[in-house]
């Protein structure tokens, strides 16, 4: 299993410029999320899906959107890209219940994000 | 030590010692609690977790302890490896909470030959 993967890995936008971030997870996880990760700091949530076709705000949602049109991947878009969203990017997802870790989350590789 | 809005930034010991990373939590609601590593680059990997009806629980080389009566989690990491030489995260779930784990803000552990 490949477990938690994202594309791209490193991306350079310009102010206004729009992409999106795939993540995809192999392990039929229900609940997948978006992190942003800024230097010296925690992650924090950006949104979170707990199954296809469902999406929901964390506590940092705006500028971005998701979506979950299957269930293996989740997409986090930047509409209008600027320069405070310049960020690393963390997809996750876990199982809903259970399991030998109980709630854990699964982390894909990051993707890093400069907005100039 | 760490806490889910306050941290300590690094913490540095020498090579076969114990580590102690330490993380302050605030909601008495938070049922669930788990540790992780991040190295460099690299997205954070689990390490430990601890559910609230629990006060210790221990895994290879890594012992986590809870005090929920002072709202205190602590990672041990028994003989201090180069290896583990990483950002420790500790991250707490509240019950209801759709999942929705809180980090903190991360301590940088720095093993020294």
């Known amino acids: 299993n490949a477990g938690v993967t994202q594309t791209p890995k490193f991306r350079v936008l310009k102010t206004g410029q729009s992409m999106t971030l795939l993540c995809a997870q192999d392990?039929?996880?229900?609940?997948m999320y978006w992190y942003r990760q800024d230097p010296g700091m925690g992650l924090r949530l950006i949104h979170y899906?707990?199954?296809?076709?469902?999406?929901a705000k964390g506590e940092v949602p705006d500028g971005y959107n998701v979506s979950r049109l299957k269930k293996q991947n989740f997409l986090l878009g930047l509409e209008s890209a600027a320069p405070s969203q310049t960020s690393v990017y963390f997809c996750?997802?876990?199982?809903?219940?259970?399991?030998?870790?109980?709630?854990?989350?699964?982390f894909g590789p990051g993707t890093r994000l400069t907005v100039t | 030590g760490e806490s889910v809005g306050l941290h300590l930034p690094t913490l540095s010991v020498q090579e076969g010692d114990n580590s102690i990373i330490n993380c302050a939590y605030s909601?008495?609601?938070?049922?669930?609690f788990i540790w992780y590593k991040q190295e460099s680059g690299k997205g954070p990997q689990f390490i430990i977790d601890?559910?609230?009806?629990?006060d210790k629980r221990q895994g290879q080389r890594v012992t986590v302890l809870l005090n929920k009566t002072v709202k205190h989690l602590s990672l041990q990491i028994a003989a201090t490896q180069p290896g583990d030489s990483a950002v420790y995260f500790c991250?707490?779930?509240?019950?209801?909470?759709?999942?929705?784990?809180?980090f903190g803000s991360g301590t940088q552990l720095t093993v020294l030959p």
């Open positions: 909601n008495s609601a938070s049922d669930y």
């Open positions: 899906s707990v199954g296809e076709g469902t999406t």
């Open positions: 996750a997802s876990s199982l809903v219940e259970g399991g030998r870790h109980g709630y854990e989350q699964y």
């Open positions: 392990m039929n996880h229900e609940y």
């Open positions: 991250a707490e779930l509240t019950s209801g909470s759709a999942r929705q784990l809180t």
């Open positions: 601890i559910r609230s009806n629990m």
